[in-house]
């Protein structure tokens, strides 16, 4: 028996207004908050709608018409959602009826939602503690729960980053597994077909993605010059059937359905036709992580140290695709190097805004790659170039930090809200004169 394992990664970044460096006093003088001078709601609002239009509602309306057909049948369809924070915050404000389907597709049981960082961040590689990784886990959770009524129990980092220490940290928050890359490089001559225990935990399961299979639909789809184009639901179901080992893990973006691959190319017959053709297979079952987790045993442990982290992004799945060169580094180093000042100065708006320059999204923009890893960086990002996207977010950034700078200046001058022992001394001292005094009194 395999089992397969569906996984939509959703997610859009609230991306930074490409004005500011130039609007700067302007936006400053309109009175906007300064959340709303940083960020470009006007883009926001307009990208979300156009990949609703295009992929969250025709994919969502897919979904549900394939777990619903087969909603009672032996073997029935199941997807899971990595959803994030900001997604979330956005479907709320532009397209509320996204959260209408996802409450409909998770009320049929069929569907399966993963624990994420809130604001799809590197908070994982913030040398130290990983305090801050933490937090935004746990306001995740929170946030899943009180808008989709999910309690969340597998972990995907962002980006499927992954090492020995987060997998420790995502343990210790509760979660029964994670999943990540089925890196060559770490799996050695082991498959990601199979479950395996992470390094360092007690029993933590670790779900490795099939990346070549993943890609056949997430890159290769409408590539005409693949020698297996085209793609069609019995071919695929059949690679998937000939495949040995426990489980498959195939996870992509959502957006392959409808805004990579567009309507155009037969994507979505492929994804509704899929069920039925895997059905024709008696060895396949569709699962979410939590139902492979409770089923399979794992076959061995996996060991990732930190400094050979792993990711899906790019050829070399690592941490390259965030953290390649100086404008890279130096970005993501300020950043980090703000979190002391940012909960000293412990203000609502000034750590959402923080935590919102932590996307993942700002400093991908920045990459300098080629090949087809650097097409992919220049398909997602809102600027023309690495340096624009450098300029755009070293203005925010070094603005939003003479603010925080500001703030820690001025709540280091209030006077301390507790008595120090030399007050609470001199306090004392007086208090036994004044006794002394009124005993005197008393005597005359």
């Not at 962002?158 to 490089?185: H, K, P």
Request: proline share 5%.
């Amino acid at each position: 028996m395999t089992y397969l394992c569906l996984v939509l990664e959703i997610h859009q970044p609230i991306r930074i207004s490409q004005s500011f460096p130039f609007e700067r006093l302007s936006r400053i003088a309109e009175g906007l908050s300064i959340t709303d001078r940083y960020f470009d709601k006007r883009l926001n609002e307009e990208i979300f709608r156009k990949v609703a239009r295009k992929c969250y509602y025709p994919t969502f309306s897919a979904l549900s018409g394939m777990i619903e057909s087969s909603i009672e049948v032996e073997r029935p369809f199941k997807v899971s959602f990595g959803v994030s924070g900001p997604f979330l915050e956005q479907a709320m404000r532009y397209e509320p009826e996204l959260l209408e389907m996802m409450k409909h597709l998770i009320a049929t049981g069929k569907v399966e939602i993963l624990g994420n960082t809130y604001y799809h961040s590197l908070a994982s590689l913030f040398p130290g503690e990983k305090l801050e990784f933490q937090e935004q886990i746990r306001e995740h959770s929170s946030f899943v729960k009180s808008i989709l009524g999910y309690q969340t129990k597998v972990f995907e980092n962002t980006e499927f980053i992954y090492n020995d220490t987060i997998a420790r940290v995502v343990e210790s928050l509760g979660f029964a597994g994670i999943l990540s890359e089925g890196v060559e490089s770490v799996l050695g001559w082991r498959s990601p077909t199979f479950l395996y225990s992470a390094a360092g935990t007690q029993a933590l399961r670790l779900l490795l993605r099939h990346y070549r299979l993943t890609d056949d639909i997430g890159f290769r789809f409408s590539q005409k010059t693949w020698v297996d184009y085209p793609l069609t639901a019995d071919k695929y179901a059949r690679w998937l059937a000939s495949t040995p080992g426990d489980m498959i893990l195939l996870a992509m973006d959502i957006e392959t359905f409808g805004e990579h691959h567009w309507v155009e190319t037969g994507i979505f017959d492929f994804l509704r036709a899929l069920p039925a053709e895997v059905s024709k297979h008696n060895d396949l079952v569709w699962a979410t992580p939590t139902d492979i987790i409770s089923k399979v045993s794992p076959s061995a442990v996996i060991a990732v140290p930190e400094q050979k982290t792993i990711s899906w992004a790019d050829v070399e799945k690592d941490a390259s695709a965030w953290l390649q060169n100086p404008m890279q580094r130096i970005s993501f180093d300020r950043m980090a190097s703000l979190e002391p000042y940012v909960k000293e100065v412990n203000r609502k708006e000034v750590i959402d805004i923080w935590r919102l320059l932590q996307q993942s999204d700002h400093v991908y923009y920045m990459s300098t790659k080629g090949g087809g890893p650097g097409e992919v960086h220049s398909y997602f990002s809102p600027h023309s170039s690495a340096a624009e996207a450098l300029v755009v977010f070293d203005s925010v950034l070094t603005d939003y930090e003479g603010r925080v700078g500001a703030l820690v200046a001025e709540n280091r001058k209030k006077p301390p809200n507790r008595r120090t022992p030399e007050s609470v001394k001199e306090d004392s001292k007086k208090s036994q004169e004044s006794s002394q005094s009124h005993s005197k009194m008393g005597r005359k």
